[in-house]
């Protein structure tokens, strides 16, 4: 008979997570205590709980700089084609647990820090004991949560940048991460009296690690000023100048000894800034006024597929679009092949050297600084300059949404950066003689397709300028792709139907799988080996045991565990108590009108009236959790997180409903918190309006977790569905055929509220102040948006949703085919890696070959 095994004992036998060899845990154990000693100045006597985080931060992050070195060199010796990821955010989250996972280091770091503490120092062994006594079972994951969140994006976009670092750098890929230092990165949110409150994210006031400042290779950028025209070219001048120092963060592989790296600049103002020609006093004012400058990369902006015209803005975007280049340009120039060997640099050979990938417009600048600095500073003449721009860039389209569409007024443009209009201007001439004589006579067309917008204020339309400038346009997922072709690049893709592309979004199984849910990890490995970590597809050999038990049984025990923990989690840090048998349904994104919160309130109000009228049935036990951050300038937004925490409010608290129905706000939702929370979800909310939602990204990481999802035929909800079978999913509502033919009926709101008892009981009840008893009409404006003005048609899905949710409820009911959804569900996910998507963008964009080969391992002592 074996003991069972303790805590400890488990982790270490779990394979996933690396080997702990005795030579690697002494070693670890002794830079650990050196760390503590001579990096963080402290001994163990007075050592806080954050002092061990950065020793061990650093203790891991020694195993990082060798391959660092190593690869950049190997790089410079082999001198691949280089990918350059620009994106004006990168959301992430925490990294020691990461580099844990994809170093193979986190047994043996576990282990070494179970041994740290197995020996105390003999003065003051009391300390020292009662903090052993603390860390009892969760020793390591208390260390991990003192690491702030590199919380520098919204959601989608940020969080996707932040998957393909990790997949290029696991496909051997020379990709690096561009994009902005903000020292504020995305706000942390409060919720006080059931209102969202803001506050600023100072992630950096405890030091970062995880970076390295690289004063030696920082840039002059420049704006305003003016242009002269001379015989011999163009000249910018009368500048403001803003230097742009470099941060350089290691992005590691999974297991392969590869280190890449993000380049995050911060905004320097120069020692001579407003100093020129200053007087006794005005030299005060100087020093003080260099915070002007330095405020561009202040703080993250904060919407989410919303545009915001600020001028802020404008200057962050072309901060690191200029820099960038800057570095991208130096690079091409020292590397072996583009000096060495010719005199003056043919930059013809950029495009086979360089691929340039931006996310989303805000890099969009990418494109007339590239023809700037090739026209103007390269002297090179405008065709050639502009067919090595074309053949470099490629452009990732996020959304449909009109709101989201950056189009920048001309006048600030032109206050701002004089000569980028100009060139700006000179590309529009040249892309209208194209249509011009390719559709004679069509003038509607060319205004269509125009960069610059006219009547009442003239706009550039970035995404025109990107489509125009770029050989590759793609979407993020088959549907939305379709839709682009089809509607708000129509005009385009008639022209140049060889641009346009899919790449369907993916995330990636190292953060979303075995470092958020080792335990599934485990159960998995356990049937399939563990290659599925490198390559996703093999989940599919999963098929094969949707029928075994043992594994059923698995599966279920896991998702078990994962609710209790999160159950505990909320416990301690929110103090709400949830029933760990009840079906845990959540939704968690930022919130927005078309992600369709206010369709799964409805739901909520509705399963809560339907309990209440007939309370001895048998209902299904459900805690609903929401989270998410909403823009601070968002009023319908901020109104939506109020009504949720109304809800809960009224619902929780009525003894008639007991534990059958709970409806919890997730506060601040970032990745961290979703790390917690997706592993622990039996349902995820996917409900957006067909066609609004480009992909979503949150819907895979749910289902590589084993949670069911319950969602519209919307972004990668379609090819969810094909993946795991349509069946297996909960697919209700509209597909977009029926909302466009439903907006050429024209929708009527009032007929869904006037046909359906259930859904006029809800609205009445928001309506008339059930919610919110001592502010009868706070949610007025909710209600009148949705029966007079709603985009997102909430009450033409709300019918076929609520069916939907009571299938749901049924099968809940039976546990083990609910579980064999799960494992189909499990098994389909192959093709979401983020390793799929970035391969498919090395191969049909980027013209580059991924490699599961590895590079040697450096030696580590030194
Ligand atoms: C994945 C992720 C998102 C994106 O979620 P969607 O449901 O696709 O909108 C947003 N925020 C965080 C913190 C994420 O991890």
Redesign the pocket.
């Known amino acids: 008979m074996s003991k069972p095994l303790s805590d400890h004992d488990r982790r270490k036998q779990i394979s996933v997570r690396g080997l702990a060899g005795v030579e690697n845990v002494s070693d670890l154990k002794q830079n650990f205590n050196r760390h503590l000693h001579f990096t963080l100045v402290k001994d163990r006597n007075v050592a806080t709980r954050r002092d061990y985080y950065f020793a061990l931060a650093h203790t891991v992050r020694d195993h990082l700089i060798g391959r660092w070195i190593r690869t950049q060199q190997y790089y410079y010796e082999k001198d691949p084609k280089r990918v350059y990821y620009l994106s004006l955010e990168f ?1 992430m989250g925490r990294t020691l647990q990461n580099t844990m996972v994809n170093l193979g280091l986190e047994n043996a770091c576990d282990e070494a820090m179970y041994q740290v503490r197995q020996t105390p120092s003999p003065s003051h062994w009391f300390a020292v004991v009662c903090f052993c006594l603390l860390q009892l079972g969760l020793e390591m994951e208390e260390l991990e949560d003192m690491e702030e969140d590199a919380g520098l994006g919204n ?2 976009l940020g ?1 996707l940048a932040a998957c393909f670092l990790d997949s290029m750098a696991s496909l051997g890929l020379a990709a690096y991460g561009y994009g902005i230092r903000y020292e504020f990165g995305i706000f942390n949110q409060k919720i006080v009296n059931g209102w969202q409150v803001e506050e600023a994210d100072d992630w950096l006031r405890y030091g970062n690690p995880w970076e390295k400042a690289r004063p030696e290779y920082m840039r002059p950028v420049h704006f305003y000023g003016r242009t002269e025209h001379h015989p011999d070219g163009v000249k910018w001048v009368d500048t403001q100048v803003v230097l742009a120092l470099p941060y350089d963060t290691p992005v590691p592989g999974y297991r392969n000894n590869i280190v890449n790296t993000m380049r995050l600049w911060s905004a320097k103002a120069p020692c001579d800034f407003n100093l020129k020609d200053f007087n006794v006093g005005g030299y005060i004012q100087a020093v003080l006024d260099r915070n002007l400058a330095e405020n561009i990369s202040r703080v993250l902006y904060p919407n989410d597929n919303f545009f915001e015209g600020k001028e802020l803005r404008l200057k962050q975007e072309y901060f690191v679009v200029s820099a960038t280049l800057q570095d991208i340009i130096r690079r091409f120039k020292v590397s072996k092949f583009g000096s060495r060997e010719i005199a003056r640099t043919d930059f013809s050979k950029l495009p086979d050297k360089v691929a340039i990938q931006l996310n989303d417009t805000h890099p969009a600048m990418a494109i007339p600084e590239l023809m700037r600095v090739l026209v103007d500073e390269e002297k090179l003449n405008w065709e050639t300059a502009w067919d090595i721009c074309v053949r470099t860039c490629a452009y990732t389209n996020h959304t449909v949404l009109p709101e989201a569409l950056e189009r920048w007024p001309v006048e600030l443009f032109a206050h701002l950066l004089p000569r980028h209009l100009e060139i700006v201007y000179e590309i529009n001439r040249r892309h209208l003689e194209v249509i011009a004589a390719k559709y004679p006579g069509d003038v509607d067309r060319l205004r269509r397709m125009s960069l610059i917008e006219e009547g009442g204020q003239k706009r550039i339309n970035m995404a025109h300028l990107c489509i125009v400038g770029a050989h590759a346009v793609n979407g993020v997922a088959q549907i939305h792709s379709d839709i682009l072709k089809a509607t708000v690049f129509k005009d385009f893709y008639e022209m140049e139907p060889h641009k346009f592309q899919n790449k369907t979004n993916g995330i990636t199984p190292r953060r979303w799988l075995v470092m958020c849910n080792p335990g599934l990890a485990e159960a998995i490995a356990e049937r399939i080996g563990e290659d599925f970590i490198r390559d996703l597809d093999q989940l599919r050999n999963l098929v094969k045991f949707v029928n075994d038990e043992a594994f059923i049984r698995d599966i279920a025990k896991v998702k078990q565990e994962n609710k209790m923990k999160f159950a505990v989690h909320l416990e301690e840090h929110y103090k709400v108590k949830i029933n760990p048998n009840s079906m845990f349904d959540i939704q968690v ?2 919130i927005h009108e078309y992600k369709r919160q206010l369709l799964n309130c409805l739901h909520i109000i509705t399963y809560y009236n339907r309990i209440k009228k007939d309370p001895n049935k048998q209902w299904t036990p459900r805690t609903v959790m929401i989270g998410g951050k909403a823009a601070p300038g968002y009023h319908t937004a901020k109104m939506i997180i109020r009504l949720i925490t109304a809800i809960g409010e009224v619902v929780n608290n009525d003894p008639v409903v007991g534990d059958r129905l709970k409806v919890i706000f997730l506060e601040n ?3 961290t918190l ?1 790390e917690k929370a997706i592993p622990a979800a039996d349902l995820s909310e996917q409900i957006s309006t067909a066609g609004t939602e480009a992909s ?4 895979m ?1 749910f289902m590589l977790n084993g949670a069911l999802t319950i969602g519209t035929m919307d972004g990668a909800n379609v090819e969810m569905a094909e993946e795991a079978g349509e069946g297996n999913l909960f697919i209700f509502g509209m597909r977009v055929d029926d909302v466009e033919a439903l907006d050429n009926r024209g929708y009527h709101a009032e007929e869904y509220y006037n046909r359906l008892p259930e859904l006029k009981q809800a609205i009445d009840q928001i309506a008339g102040g059930f919610f919110s008893p001592k502010q009868p009409d706070l949610f007025k404006e909710i209600v009148n948006m949705l029966m007079h003005h709603d985009r997102f048609k909430v009450f033409a899905d709300y019918e076929d949703y609520i069916k939907c949710q009571e299938k749901v409820n049924a099968l809940y009911k039976n546990p083990k085919e609910w579980t064999k959804k799960v494992i189909y569900n499990i098994a389909g996910c192959g093709k979401f890696s983020s390793d799929r998507t970035i391969a498919q963008y090395a191969r049909e964009i980027w013209g580059v070959e991924p490699t599961l080969e590895k590079i040697p391992a450096p030696d580590d002592k030194h």
């Open positions: 959301y959601g989608g969080r994104k930022r939702y970032r990745v979703a979503g990204t949150g819907n990481k």
